[in-house]
């Protein structure tokens, strides 16, 4: 897991190279043209939460067969894999946040605002998503796949998410984790769309490891996990949005 790393500090090299550039071109845009920021919400964000639901609704139907699988597989007695899993866990939470508010400081103590400015974002992303996130917890109260021994996906005890094992709706690791790694994506897109073709993947594809590893511990379905990837995508780019109004996003945001 050294290669997510490798990307955030190649986020900050270009980021720095990148910062003086991104922030004429603000100057020249705020003087030249008036954009309107979007709304953080709109009716046509209900339709995309509608539909969000809808397919998890539809992937939790293939929870318990999908943990059964992976519980029962050779694979979870191989202790080399087991300490894998436990170390990627750690880039959801805490490492995400951690990564992202460390590189906020020393984008500003070294004053590189394109650093600086994208570690700001992915911290806002994962703290407004992880606020959703523990919210639908607490509320949802669903019971974690450990204690069914996967047998039963649709046990739930409503406004007793406080207990641990009852807050397994939506996975909290793998919402910071995509909340970061779209920040971060969306951000280097805007300002090295050629670097963000390579680094992309690699961001996404680790924040999807931080949801498989949660599965492969057997603390949370399927559904859980894809649930926590939409709430950290969709934050994260609701702020980006927001933030750089007018950015070409690699993918429309509303």
């Not at 003087?31 to 920021?37: A, K, P």
Request: hydrophobic fraction near 40%; avoid cysteine.
């Amino acid at each position: 897991m050294h290669k997510f790393l490798i990307v955030l500090s190649g986020v900050a090299v270009l980021q720095s190279s990148a910062g003086e550039q991104v922030r004429d071109a603000r100057l020249r845009a705020d003087t030249s043209t008036t954009t309107q920021r979007p709304a953080w919400f709109t009716r046509r964000d209900l339709l995309h939460i509608g539909v969000a639901a809808v397919g998890v609704g539809v992937v939790s139907l293939a929870d318990e067969r999908i943990a059964r699988g992976i519980q029962g597989s050779t694979l979870r007695s191989n202790p080399g894999l087991q300490n894998t899993a436990n170390f990627i866990q750690r880039f959801g939470d805490p490492g995400a946040l951690v990564i992202s508010a460390s590189l906020y400081v020393v984008g500003t103590a070294s004053h590189r605002p394109g650093l600086a400015d994208a570690s700001l974002h992915s911290t806002e992303s994962i703290i407004a998503s992880g606020a959703i996130t523990q919210v639908l917890k607490l509320t949802v109260g669903r019971e974690r796949p450990n204690l069914s021994h996967d047998e039963n996906a649709f046990a739930f005890h409503p406004a007793h998410g406080y207990q641990t094992d009852f807050n397994s709706f939506p996975s909290g690791h793998t919402t910071a984790a995509f909340a970061a790694a779209t920040a971060f994506s969306d951000e280097l897109h805007r300002t090295h769309a050629g670097a963000a073709k390579v680094a992309t993947p690699v961001l996404y594809g680790v924040a999807t490891l931080v949801g498989a590893s949660r599965m492969y511990n057997d603390r949370h379905w399927l559904s859980d996990v894809v649930g926590g990837a939409l709430i950290g995508h969709f934050v994260a780019r609701r702020i980006e949005s927001h933030a750089h109004p007018g950015a070409r996003l690699p993918v429309p945001s509303r």
